[in-house]
């Protein structure tokens, strides 16, 4: 069995053109393995948007969830930032 905790990531919706679906980046600082260089990396996450209300652009918290289909693996739990506010 597993602990049931749902990890929750914040990101940025790159893409929204799938029906339910939307594309959210992630970005992260990792050091480089030997030489130490701070090197900025970007995680993509298929997420379930049940009311299609997120656009390109938002910023969004996404929380783990059973898998929904091949890939997605994710859902909107909210949006924290609309591009309209910006």
């Known amino acids: 069995m597993s602990s049931g905790r749902r990890q929750y990531k914040v990101g940025r919706v790159v893409s929204n ?3 339910k ?3 959210v980046a992630v970005d992260y600082l990792k050091p480089h393995r030997l030489y130490r260089k701070i090197i900025r990396k970007t995680n993509r996450f298929h997420a379930h948007d049940e009311t299609n209300q997120c ?3 938002d910023i969004v918290r996404i ?3 059973r898998p929904l289909s091949k890939t997605k693996r994710w859902e909107v739990v909210e949006v924290v930032q609309s591009m309209e506010e910006v």
């Open 17 to 19: 053109k799938m029906n």
């Open 21 to 23: 679906t939307v594309i």
């Open 63 to 65: 929380g783990e969830t």
């Open 55 to 57: 656009r390109e652009g």
